[in-house]
């Protein structure tokens, strides 16, 4: 069973950046799609940037241009580099791996709070 374990989150003022880290227990290689979500207090889980095994990836359009999500292999590592953070980018962010038989993979989360 993969476990993933995510770290990088912080207070933050607008215009800043983070880049948040989700470390494996397995090689994500073996992972079909390793993706972000977040959760924004009182709203539903929302996924914000997917990247599928071949290399193709995709984002929600409000963080488009913002977001980058990378995958450092020999690391086991999944990456959210987060440029010109808004307000509203205020969530607890969580890590998704998809497996090859289609089970769902989350980490604990990670909190990130765009403040002045």
């Known amino acids: 069973q993969v476990q993933l374990v995510e770290s990088g989150g912080g207070l933050v003022q607008p215009g800043g950046s983070l880049r948040l880290s989700c470390e494996s227990s397995r090689d994500i290689r073996e992972l079909l799609a390793l993706g972000w979500y977040r959760q924004a207090p009182g709203k539903q889980r929302e996924r914000v940037a997917t990247?599928?095994?071949?290399?193709?990836?995709s984002y929600v359009d409000s963080v488009e241009g913002r977001f980058a999500i990378s995958a450092e292999y020999s690391e086991n590592t999944l990456y959210l580099q987060m440029n010109n953070l808004k307000d509203e980018d205020t969530a607890v962010y969580y890590c998704?791996?998809?497996?090859?038989?289609?089970?769902?993979?989350w980490g604990q989360g990670t909190l990130v709070t765009v403040s002045s």
């Open positions: 998704n791996g998809r497996t090859a038989s289609g089970l769902d993979v």
């Open positions: 990247a599928f095994r071949g290399g193709v990836k």
